[in-house]
């Protein structure tokens, strides 16, 4: 079993930054693909960033150009740097590891408890 351990949420001001890290523990991290989601209240919980175990990354649109995500499989960690953060990145953040299907046709997943991240106006 993988345990995921997000931290570095916190309270910003508009254009301001953090470092989002989370930490896997319990199986092989570098196997796993991993991703930050968050959930605004009254929305649905979406993929924000991605990175694969082979190092290829996928950002939203909706922050491209502000947040990037990169890991340190050395370390079991994954990261999320938001920069010049808007209210609307207010939200729970989440994060994810994703093994694919194991030979029994089980979906191999994890998440954390997810870090307030509260930007204000």
């Known amino acids: 079993q993988v345990q995921l351990v997000e931290s570095g949420g916190g309270l910003v001001q508009v254009g301001g930054s953090l470092r989002l890290s989370c930490v896997a523990s319990?199986?092989?991290?570098?196997?796993?693909?991993m991703g930050w989601y968050r959930q605004a209240p009254g929305k649905q919980r979406e993929l924000v960033a991605g990175?694969?175990?082979?190092?290829?990354?996928n950002i939203a649109d909706s922050v491209k150009g502000r947040f990037t995500i990169s890991r340190d499989n050395a370390k079991n960690t994954v990261y999320l740097q938001m920069n010049s953060l808007k209210p609307e990145d207010t939200a729970v953040y989440y994060c994810n590891a994703d093994g694919g299907w194991d030979a029994y046709g089980d979906l191999i997943e994890y998440w954390g408890q997810g870090t307030q991240v509260t930007v204000s106006s």
């Open positions: 319990g199986s092989i991290f570098s196997f796993y693909d």
């Open positions: 990175v694969t175990s082979g190092g290829n990354t």
